[in-house]
Each structure stands twice: as C-alpha cells, then as structure tokens.
C-alpha cells in the first residue's frame, strides 16, 4: 500500500511530513538550535576553515539531505532531525556571514530577515490558506515550511546577537530573556487562546536565540561571560543527546506522525 496519492487537482499528497508537537520535539529544537550556534564557531575558528568555506560545505550538506527529506513520503525522525540541525548551522552562517564579512549591522539583518519570514508566510498563506504544520503533506507546503525554517533560524541568530551583544545583556541574561519571552507565549496560547498556529511560529522563532544564548553560556571562556566548555565539548554533548533523543522516537508507534489533518478549500 502506497502512502502517497493524488487529489482531484493533480497534486501529489503524502503522509504528514513534520512531527508532531510535542515537549520532546521543543527539546530536540532548541539541542539543535545550541548545536547551530556551537558547530558554526567550532568549524569556523577551531578548525580554521573560515566563515565562507564552513558555509559552502554545511549548505552543500544541507541541501543533499533536504534532498532526502523531500523524497521521503512520510516523516521519519533521523532525516528529519538531521536537516533542523543543519539548517540551523546554515542560518547562523548567513548571518555570521553578513554581519561580520559584509559588514552588515545587526539590527539591519534583523529587520531583513523578519522581513523575509514574513513574505514567506504571506506567500504560503495565499497559496494554501494554512500555516499550519500538521498539514504538510505537498511538495509546495514542504517547501514553504523549510524556507520558513531557515529564516526562522537566520532571523533567531540575528537578534539573538543583537540582544546579546548590542544591548550587552550578556549569555546569561540573554537565555532569561528568551526564556521569559518564551514562558510568556506558553501563557498566551494556554491561558488566553492565542492562535495555535500564531504560537507555534513566535516560540520557533525565540527558541533559536535560547539555543544559541545557551549555546554561548556554555562554550564561551569564563572571561568572555561563559563556563568555558568550548565549543567541541557543547556540540559532542548536544549532539549525543539529539541522537538519542531521535532514537526513541524512531521506536515504531514515537513520533511517526501519519495524521493529516483535512482542511476546507477556500
């Protein structure tokens, strides 16, 4: 049995291909958004490859495994979880990238990617009339939601540093802050009915600078306002408990999200 099929437009349907959302798929989440922050300076600076040469061989790597994932016909954690973590280090270079070899300013690159995020949401919404992530079962709503991601996670590192280090709040500080901004959204969809699909976009854009305040808290030198864990340790350590996290969820019956939720044509 097939799990793919078409509509009466033609058009290609699979089985659901994102998790569901859960407190293992936040965790994961913000593990690989740490992850984004401490491999992207690890590769640059203590490898020495540079900022260019890190970014071309991390998007090479990114889009051959976005190449798996939209071949797939139904979600399947390993793969999926591998493309989160790529394209959150791939976002951090972008960023990386223009503020400190184009010198672009930080609330500029701030204000460019929210931009995006948001022209990429209008688009999304006008074609298919949902943002939501529990109907991803289209080549074209697979697309929008990854180049939603990887905005997300340019947008998150942008102003992560900029609240980080333009404002001087510090690692510390700053983990707080999104933390408290975070808890905040919790309230608002849980106690006041914000829009669920509003929700999740506004916590999967914060968690990207927790993770990577998290990320700096630990790895930077005591001096530098860190606990001096370097960013070979954080990222090993990050990364085994992504990998075991995923492994329980490649359990048969975890986190297969097969559902797909019908919704009504305009």
Same mark, same amino acid.
């Given at each position: ?112 990617? $929210? ?7 209008? $688009? ?39 609240? $980080? ?78 990998? $075991? ?22």
């Amino acid at each position: 049995m097939t799990s793919t099929h078409h509509d009466s437009h033609g058009i290609r349907r699979m089985l659901n291909k994102v998790p569901q959302v859960t407190a293992i798929f936040w965790i994961i989440k913000v593990l690989a958004t740490t992850v984004g922050e401490t491999a992207a300076d690890f590769l640059g600076v203590n490898l020495n490859l540079g900022l260019t040469i890190t970014t071309v061989i991390m998007a090479a790597l990114l889009a051959i495994v976005l190449v798996a994932q939209f071949r797939l016909q139904r979600y399947v954690p390993a793969v999926y979880w591998l493309a989160v973590v790529l394209i959150s280090v791939v976002g951090t270079l972008i960023t990386d990238n223009l503020v400190d070899n184009f010198g672009v300013p930080l609330w500029v690159t701030t204000a460019v990617f $929210a931009a995006a995020l948001t022209v990429t949401f209008v $688009a999304w919404f006008a074609v298919e009339k949902t943002l939501s992530i529990h109907s991803i079962f289209t080549t074209r709503r697979e697309t929008f939601y990854w180049l939603a991601v990887l905005f997300t996670f340019a947008l998150g590192t942008a102003a992560g540093d900029l609240v $980080a280090e333009s404002l001087n709040l510090g690692y510390l500080l700053s983990l707080v802050v999104f933390a408290v901004a975070i808890a905040l959204v919790a309230v608002a969809y849980f106690a006041f009915r914000l829009n669920a699909v509003l929700a999740f976009w506004i916590a999967y854009v914060l968690t990207r600078p927790l993770g990577a305040s998290t990320g700096d808290l630990l790895s930077q030198s005591t001096k530098d306002g860190g606990l001096g864990l370097g960013t070979t340790s954080t990222s090993l350590l990050f990364l085994l408990v992504i990998l $075991a996290l995923v492994s329980v969820l490649s359990f048969p019956g975890r986190g297969l999200s097969s559902r797909v939720d019908v919704e009504p044509t305009a």
